[in-house]
Every structure is written in structure tokens, then in C-alpha cells.
């Protein structure tokens, strides 16, 4: 268990992929006797030590693209050198575009570097001038190629990254909440767990784009361990009700002090429910499923025992304020939330 626990790690899947995929570039490139396979292993480096598939894909990409546009120039400025042009005055004419090129879009500079090698390094031996660009061309073709690959057999499961952001979320959501509940003008302390938040949603979308990518070679079943997809906007409509709940507050500033002995107490106990579901919820959406049906069966517990203070809460206050509307609706989003991850593991 432990064994297999560590072999799962994303930093030793990086160190495994980085690994095979130089291995992979190097023995391409010297089975098809490339004069200057390291450019292949350079380029394999560049494109399997990005921290995602997505930028992976889009890194390799822009070194294909970039190789090609300065191996094509390089060409036609080696045509030139070759009717008797300068090399200097050749470098310094197409390098004019590649710059500009590179200038528009910083991730196809490999032309320049491309452009420098074709024109200005002396091709060795007697073959043809033109053998150089072409050369340069399959040696990133290969290292790209080898990257890439093994970047779509070994992922690294963004899955379970989103599952992480998506508890985090919800915590900072409970904390949220629990504060604009206890302490409704503390504005900094809402702002920073607002922000908050808004981070780890941001980084769940990512999360999110990665493992579309990456489950072309490892498919999703739907499940609880794969139920971010179906949580992603309830996430964020949680988060949107979050912020009512202080806008309510904000909007009506005699409220609190409006609210009797009563209401406060019942208000403090809906927000130590809040707390409570929110990290029986989070223990749902984390990456950690081994104790999955437990983690449902407290979260459904503990939601049962918000919406009942959070009734009777309502019940205490008066009836023509809009906060009983907005804790109405986060029980709401508490409940779907948990509902959908029921839901789909029935169905897997």
C-alpha cells in the first residue's frame, strides 16, 4: 500500500516521465543518425518539464511551429548565401521578421534560435547546405513527439488536484459564511477568505481543463472520485450566495444590532452548523476516498442538523428581513452539493 502510495505522487511521476522521455528522444534521434541529437533531448526537456499536460501540448506545439518558421527561413536565407549574399547581412535581414514574430508571441522565439543555427554555424561535411534546417526540424519533431507522449501516458492526474481545490473551496466557503454569521462587520476577514476562494476556483478550473485532457488516455467514470465536473458551478453559485449572505447584512446596517438575544444564539448555532457541514463536505470532495461512504454518511448528518438550526433560526427572525432568504439558499447549495455526490455514486 505504501509502496504503491509513493509511486503515485506527482513528483515521482514527473521524475519517471522526464526520465523515459529523454531516454525515448535520444534513442529516436540516433536511430534516425541525427548529427546533433541533443537538440531533440533540449527540446524534450523544455516541453515534459511543464507543469501540465495543457502546457505541455501547448509548448510543444510552439517549438514545432517555431522550428519549422526559422528552418523555412533559414532555408531561403542559406539559398541566398549560397548565390554568394553575406551570411551577416542574410542573419541580420531575416531576422528582422522573427523577431517581430517573437515579439508578437514570446513562445515561438525556438525561430530565432532556429534561424542562428541554420545561418550563421557552418554546416559540417560535405552534404547539401539545406540538410541543417531539415535536420533541426525532425530533431524538435522528435523531442516534442517523445514529450508529448509520454505526457499522455503518464499524466498527472489533475483529477485529484481538482479534488483538492474543490475541498478547499468549501472550507473557505464554511469559513466564510461562519464569520459573516458570528462577526457580520468584520469586512477584511470576508475579504480574504473571498479571495481566497476565488483562487482555489480559478485553480479548480485549470484543474478541471488538465483532466479533460489528461482522460483521453485515463477515462472518468462517474462516481464520487470523479464528481467535480458535476460540483464546479454549484461551487461557484455557493460562492456567489456566500457573498449575498454579507450583502444582506451590508445593505441593512441596523440589522444586527436589531437582532435579540434569541436570534443571536440561534444565528451562532447555524454557523457552527455551517462550519461542521462544511468540512464533512470538504472530507467528501478531497482526493482521499478511502473512507468515501463514511465521509457521505456525516456529511448527510451534518447537513441534516444545519437545515434544522438553520429553520429555526429563520423561525426567530423578522419576516420581512432578506437574510432568512439567503440562509435558505446556502442550506440549498449545501444540500445539492451533497445530493449530486450521492447521486452519482448510485449511478457508478
Known amino acids: 500500500m505504501l509502496t504503491k502510495k509513493l509511486t503515485s505522487t506527482p513528483e515521482l511521476r514527473r521524475f519517471a516521465r522526464t526520465l523515459i522521455s529523454c531516454l525515448l528522444s535520444y534513442a529516436v534521434a540516433r536511430l534516425a543518425t541525427l548529427p546533433e541529437l541533443y537538440w531533440a533531448v533540449i527540446t524534450t526537456l523544455v516541453v515534459v518539464t511543464q507543469p501540465s499536460l495543457n502546457q505541455a501540448l501547448n509548448t510543444g506545439r510552439d517549438q514545432i511551429v517555431g522550428a519549422v518558421i526559422g528552418g523555412l527561413i533559414g532555408m531561403a536565407g542559406l539559398f541566398a548565401i549560397v548565390r554568394g549574399a553575406q551570411p551577416l547581412i542574410v542573419f541580420a535581414i531575416a ?34 547546405p539545406y540538410e541543417r534546417p531539415i535536420d533541426r526540424v525532425l530533431e524538435i519533431l522528435i523531442g516534442a513527439g517523445s514529450a508529448l507522449l509520454v505526457a499522455f501516458l503518464m499524466p498527472n492526474r489533475a483529477i485529484t488536484m481538482a479534488h483538492d481545490r474543490a475541498s478547499e473551496i468549501v472550507l473557505a466557503l ?4 461562519t464569520l459573516t454569521l458570528r462577526k457580520p462587520g468584520d469586512v477584511d476577514g470576508a475579504e480574504l477568505l473571498h479571495r481566497r476562494s476565488a483562487a482555489a476556483e480559478h485553480a479548480l478550473d485549470e484543474a478541471i481543463t488538465e483532466a479533460g485532457r489528461e482522460h483521453i488516455i485515463v477515462p472518468v467514470k462517474p462516481t464520487r472520485g470523479n464528481v467535480i465536473d458535476k460540483v464546479a458551478p454549484m461551487l461557484t453559485r455557493l460562492h456567489r450566495d456566500a457573498l449575498f449572505l454579507g450583502q444582506a447584512f451590508a445593505g441593512d446596517p441596523q440589522l444586527a444590532g436589531r437582532l435579540s438575544a434569541a436570534n443571536r444564539d440561534a444565528l451562532n448555532v447555524t454557523a457552527d452548523a455551517f462550519a461542521e457541514s462544511a468540512k464533512t463536505l470538504a472530507a467528501t470532495l478531497d482526493a482521499d476516498h ?59
Open 95 to 128: 531576422l528582422l521578421p522573427l523577431a517581430a514574430l517573437a515579439a508578437w508571441r514570446p513562445t515561438l522565439r525556438l525561430a530565432c534560435v532556429t534561424l542562428v543555427v541554420v545561418v550563421l554555424i557552418p554546416a559540417s561535411g560535405l552534404g547539401s
Open 174 to 177: 464554511g469559513e466564510l459564511i
Open 290 to 348: 478511502s473512507d468515501q461512504d463514511e465521509n457521505v454518511r456525516l456529511a448527510r448528518a451534518s447537513f441534516e442538523r444545519l437545515r434544522a438550526a438553520s429553520n429555526n433560526a429563520c423561525e426567530t427572525m423578522e419576516k420581512n428581513t432578506v437574510l432568512p432568504f439567503v440562509l435558505n439558499l446556502l442550506v440549498q447549495d449545501f444540500g445539492d452539493l451533497i445530493a449530486t455526490v450521492e447521486v452519482l455514486d448510485k449511478r457508478g
